[in-house]
């Protein structure tokens, strides 16, 4: 297996796998197919530039050259709240998890926002039902700090997501 930051080659695949992610998972996105679908490719190669230092990073898993996972990680660039980033659309797929791959990409995660100088913290939003994606984030070092009922609504029932956060800063005391 490889983890590795996505580029605009890996566009076609990127965007098939997160509209599956999207179609597979509903409880778990807040965006839907019908939302992302119709968007341009620009709008999807945005998400998987390969400039230096793009807002946006995209990490795969790829396993005998097959794109099997994916997860996101998005800065702040406001003065105040430089010192975070997000970990965003996090997806393995089946046939794939149980095999650290989930674990891979967290690490890659964790490590692509240790890169970027004046980051402190990591956070993500979680589907309060999905008990294995919550076990790995808090093996990872994440913890909980909130949980938001009715974050999403799936058809005529809603969602709650649990807020973690992740504190990447090497200095000791600043949890």
């Known amino acids: 297996m490889e983890i590795a930051r996505l580029t605009p080659a890996h566009v076609s695949e990127y965007r098939a796998l997160m509209l599956g992610a999207y179609a ?28 230096p230092s793009p807002e946006q990073r995209v990490l795969g898993a790829f396993v005998d050259g097959q794109l099997v996972g994916v997860a996101g ?4 660039n406001r003065e105040r709240t ?3 980033a997000t970990l965003f ?19 890659g995660v964790l490590a692509e926002a240790r890169s970027r100088a004046g ?8 589907t309060e ?3 294995p994606a919550i076990e790995l984030y808090e093996s990872c070092g994440f913890r909980p700090f909130g949980t938001e009922p009715l974050a999403l609504r799936v058809g005529e029932r809603f969602v709650a997501k649990i807020h973690m956060w992740c504190s990447i800063d ?3 005391g600043r949890e």
């Open 170 to 172: 090497p200095q000791p």
């Open 82 to 84: 430089r010192h975070k």
């Open 119 to 126: 980051t402190q913290l990591v956070r993500l939003t979680v």
């Open 24 to 51: 597979a998972e509903p409880d778990a996105f807040t965006s839907t197919v019908a939302e992302r679908e119709p968007l341009p490719l620009d709008w999807w190669i945005s998400r998987v530039s390969d400039e």
């Open 129 to 131: 039902s999905n008990g």
């Open 89 to 107: 659309g996090m997806f393995v797929l089946p046939e794939f998890r149980g095999e650290g791959v989930a674990r891979r990409l967290v690490d």
């Open 73 to 76: 990680l998005a800065f702040e």
